[in-house]
């Protein structure tokens, strides 16, 4: 029962941060909003291996290897795309 709590309470405290950050971008500028995302998305990074710390079960750990890929992959794409927008802005030489 006590890893659920923190995984709730992780869960919890990442939703809670996201919210915030993502709330503070103007909504007319896509670039920063994707480095948020980055950002809500390496907070989840976070949280699973600190959860990865405590002891689970077989099936624990590989839906949480499978959160903890699916959110790197989130973190990778998001600074793909912002570097590839910040290229339409730069000057042409």
């Given at each position: 029962m006590p890893g659920v709590l923190l995984v709730?309470?992780?869960?919890?405290?990442?939703f809670g941060i996201g919210y915030v950050l993502i709330s503070r971008v103007p909504p007319m500028l896509h670039t920063p909003?994707?480095?948020?995302?980055n950002a809500?998305?390496?907070v989840t990074v976070l949280g699973?291996?600190?959860?990865?710390?405590?002891?689970?079960?077989a099936a624990q750990r590989v839906l949480?290897?499978?959160?903890?890929?699916?959110a790197v992959f989130n973190v990778c794409g998001?600074?793909?795309i912002t570097d590839r927008m910040l290229r339409l802005f730069r000057?042409?030489?």
């Open positions: 709730i309470f992780v869960f919890a405290g990442a909003l994707m480095s948020m995302t809500i998305s390496a699973a291996v600190l959860l990865f710390a405590s002891e689970m079960t949480g290897a499978i959160a903890l890929m699916t998001g600074f793909v000057r042409k030489s």
